[in-house]
């Protein structure tokens, strides 16, 4: 008899309370994240603003009751734009900090440096800023991408500008590295959809501002739109120097630029200054994403306004702890990656959302905005006008 009443006993504590995972980063009352990204540096606007608007959604979990009882650790670690730093970093949180998942990961050049690291040790990555096609094709097993990709951007760019303002002659600016390569081959991409090539191509050295050279060369090449491709910093530069220089050429770029901090940088002087993006605008409150990306904000950080990357950071977020909640609270690596999968059009409230083993890029929505008056605004086409660029 004593034995069936503690059999019981041991039976209801099985049902009661979640097992203790085996897997590093898990506890019955714990799920430990890693994010490394730039916290500092050139692109520190980027992964701050990754962080903050992941840590909204995350606080919020948690003063809630977390995801069937655990509660969401995000450890943050800066790597500075900086491949070599992010090597480091990843490594050290996924050997020493044990975390169960990494997570907002920020560049094509940092993300690729730290793709065998991820692919030898099985630990998935989710949300990382970028577009790159290299983290896309062939889909690598334990990387999701929420964001479209810069073959996304750069095919809507292309058309818009060739549809709504007839241009042919298209130029690229780019920073020397994979990043820069990936959006260089998008704009060689859609052109070609087109029958067109690049008149012209000029680099700079990524970390720095030294865009004079860059753009001496494509002033003699007389291109109609220069497509950028970098960080907020160095194409303010450029877009300053450009407007000095009277380059005749419409300007555009993709959405790792980091709008808000571009428009921080350039005000007027960005007018007419066309950005691809991945997020809904941030200012149509409309849309319950944003009202509840914007809610979450205010309520963990009063002072921050939403916009276009701490708007990513919530959305990267709450794609995430959807599949953790859908995972259940037997959680594990390969449940959370099966409830990622699974996830087919999923209606955020202003952004669809599906992955299948197939595809691990949840959304390719492509939205336009443009500079003018110093503000960005949301935009359908490109307008015709030519007195807001540098023309």
Same mark, same amino acid.
């Given at each position: 008899?004593?034995?069936?009443?503690?059999?019981?006993?041991?039976?209801?504590?099985?049902?009661?309370?979640?097992?203790?995972?085996? &897997?590093?980063?898990?506890?019955?009352?714990?799920?430990?994240?890693?994010?490394?990204?730039?916290?500092?540096?050139?692109?520190?606007?980027?992964?701050?603003?990754?962080?903050?608007?992941?840590?909204?959604? +995350?606080?919020?979990?948690?003063?809630?009751?977390?995801?069937?009882?655990?509660?969401?650790?995000?450890?943050?670690?800066?790597?500075?734009?900086?491949?070599?730093?992010? $090597?480091?970093?990843?490594?050290?949180?996924? &050997?020493?900090?044990?975390?169960?998942?990494?997570?907002?990961?920020? #560049?094509?050049? !940092?993300?690729?440096?730290?793709?065998?690291?991820?692919?030898?040790?099985?630990?998935?990555?989710?949300?990382? +800023?970028?577009?790159?096609?290299?983290?896309?094709?062939?889909?690598?097993?334990?990387?999701?991408?929420?964001?479209?990709?810069?073959?996304?951007?750069?095919?809507?760019?292309?058309?818009?500008?060739?549809?709504?303002?007839?241009?042919?002659?298209?130029?690229?600016?780019?920073?020397?590295?994979? +990043?820069?390569?990936?959006?260089?081959?998008?704009?060689?991409?859609?052109?070609?959809?087109? #029958?067109?090539?690049?008149?012209? @191509?000029?680099?700079?050295?990524?970390?720095?501002?030294?865009?004079? #050279?860059?753009?001496?060369?494509?002033?003699?090449?007389?291109?109609?739109?220069?497509?950028?491709?970098?960080?907020?910093?160095?194409?303010?530069?450029?877009?300053?120097?450009?407007?000095?220089?009277?380059?005749?050429?419409?300007?555009?770029?993709?959405?790792?630029?980091?709008?808000?901090?571009?428009?921080?940088?350039?005000?007027?002087?960005?007018?007419?200054?066309?950005?691809?993006?991945?997020?809904?605008?941030?200012?149509?409150?409309?849309?319950?994403?944003?009202?509840?990306?914007? !809610?979450?904000?205010?309520?963990?950080?009063?002072?921050?306004?939403?916009?276009?990357?701490?708007?990513?950071?919530?959305?990267?977020? @709450?794609?995430?702890?959807?599949?953790?909640?859908?995972?259940?609270?037997?959680?594990?690596?390969?449940?959370?990656?099966?409830?990622?999968?699974?996830?087919?059009? @999923?209606?955020?409230? #202003?952004?669809?959302?599906?992955?299948?083993?197939?595809?691990?890029?949840?959304?390719?929505?492509?939205?336009?905005?443009? $500079?003018?008056?110093?503000? $960005?605004?949301?935009?359908?086409?490109?307008?015709?006008?030519?007195?807001?660029?540098?023309?």
């Amino acid at each position: 008899m004593l034995r069936t009443i503690v059999a019981a006993l041991m039976m209801s504590v099985v049902f009661l309370v979640p097992a203790r995972a085996s &897997e590093q980063g898990l506890t019955a009352s714990r799920i430990r994240l890693g994010m490394v990204n730039a916290q500092t540096g050139a692109a520190a606007g980027l992964g701050q603003g990754m962080r903050s608007g992941a840590m909204a959604v +995350f606080d919020d979990i948690n003063a809630n009751g977390g995801i069937h009882g655990r509660q969401i650790e995000l450890l943050v670690d800066d790597d500075a734009y900086e491949p070599d730093q992010a $090597i480091d970093a990843t490594l050290k949180m996924i &050997e020493d900090k044990k975390v169960f998942a990494l997570f907002g990961f920020v #560049g094509t050049p !940092t993300a690729n440096a730290v793709l065998p690291i991820v692919k030898e040790t099985n630990t998935p990555l989710i949300g990382v +800023f970028s577009g790159a096609m290299v983290l896309r094709q062939p889909v690598v097993p334990e990387v999701f991408n929420i964001r479209a990709s810069y073959d996304d951007e750069l095919d809507v760019l292309v058309t818009r500008f060739i549809e709504d303002r007839g241009a042919k002659r298209f130029a690229v600016f780019y920073q020397d590295d994979s +990043f820069g390569l990936a959006g260089l081959h998008g704009t060689e991409r859609a052109l070609k959809l087109h #029958g067109l090539q690049v008149v012209a @191509k000029a680099a700079f050295q990524r970390g720095t501002n030294a865009v004079n #050279g860059g753009l001496a060369t494509l002033i003699d090449t007389d291109p109609d739109v220069v497509i950028m491709v970098g960080p907020y910093a160095p194409l303010a530069a450029f877009i300053a120097s450009a407007r000095e220089q009277k380059l005749n050429a419409s300007l555009a770029t993709v959405s790792f630029v980091g709008t808000d901090n571009l428009v921080k940088l350039v005000g007027t002087t960005g007018n007419g200054v066309v950005i691809s993006q991945v997020v809904p605008f941030p200012g149509d409150h409309s849309l319950p994403l944003v009202q509840q990306c914007e !809610t979450l904000l205010a309520k963990q950080l009063p002072r921050m306004n939403l916009g276009f990357v701490n708007f990513e950071g919530c959305i990267t977020a @709450k794609v995430l702890a959807m599949a953790l909640e859908k995972a259940g609270p037997a959680l594990t690596r390969t449940a959370m990656v099966e409830a990622l999968e699974s996830m087919h059009e @999923k209606d955020l409230g #202003g952004i669809r959302v599906s992955f299948t083993p197939k595809n691990h890029q949840a959304s390719t929505a492509v939205f336009l905005t443009m $500079i003018t008056d110093g503000k $960005i605004i949301a935009i359908k086409t490109i307008p015709k006008s030519t007195d807001l660029t540098a023309r």
